[in-house]
Every structure is written in C-alpha cells, then in structure tokens.
Nanobody, 124 residues
Framework: QVQLEESGGGLVQAGGSLRLSCVAS????????MGWFRQAPGKEREFVAA????????YYADSVKGRFTISRDYTKNTVYLQMNSLKPDDTAVYYC?????????????????WGQGTQVTVSS
C-alpha cells in the first residue's frame, strides 16, 4: 500500500518561496506518476502540478506556471514542489498524490493515493 507524507508547508510573505516534499513508501512508487493538488477553504480541490513516471514531462496549472516547479528524486522516493513568487491566492492545503500509471493526469479522480496535506499560508 502506497503511503504519502507531505512536509514543508508554513507561513510565508507574498513574494517568498517554499519547497514542499512528498515522501512515498510502500508499493512501486518510482513507477508511478505523481501530482500536487491544493484546496483552499470553501473551494474545490484543484490541480497544481504533475510529473510523469519518467520525470521527463511535467504539467502545471496556468495559475502557477512559471512560478512552481515539480521534480522527483528516485533515490529518495520523493517528489518536490518548489514554489516561488508566492501570492496570497496560493494559500491552501497542498496534497501529494500518486496514480497507478506512468502517465500523469490533471484531474484528482485519476489518482489512487493521497497524502494528508500540508498547509501553506501566504500573507500579503
């Protein structure tokens, strides 16, 4: 059973940076596509970024393109989300997700395993 644990969230001022980490254990995690989603209070969970199993192709929501970077380290079974130029609108709980496929997806229901989430708060 795949287990995902996020870390790295916190409080940061607008314009600042954070790096989220998602450590995966159990199952063949290095053979899975991975994604990051976020959910703000009163809003639906939304796609942020995804990376294919090969690591060669990445996908981003328009709202974070050019500011966020997703990457993965196979030796550490870890996926990262580097977030730069943060805005108050980026405030949300950020979730890591894994799917039982090589290809990434931009919809939440395509993912099979989820972490508990990490809070990111950006102050103005």
């Amino acid at each position: 059973q795949v287990q995902l644990e996020e870390s790295g969230g916190g409080l940061v001022q607008a314009g600042g940076s954070l790096r989220l980490s998602c450590v995966a254990s159990g199952g063949a995690v290095n053979s899975r596509a991975m994604g990051w989603f976020r959910q703000a209070p009163g809003k639906e969970r939304e796609f942020v970024a995804a990376i294919e199993q090969s690591g060669g192709t990445t996908y981003y929501a328009d709202s974070v393109k050019g500011r966020f970077t997703i990457s993965r380290d196979y030796t550490k079974n870890t996926v990262y989300l580097q977030m730069n130029s943060l805005k108050p609108d980026d405030t949300a709980v950020y979730y890591c997700a894994a799917r039982r496929m090589f290809a990434a997806a931009v919809v939440a229901n395509a993912y099979d395993h989820w972490g508990q989430g990490t809070q990111v708060t950006v102050s103005s």
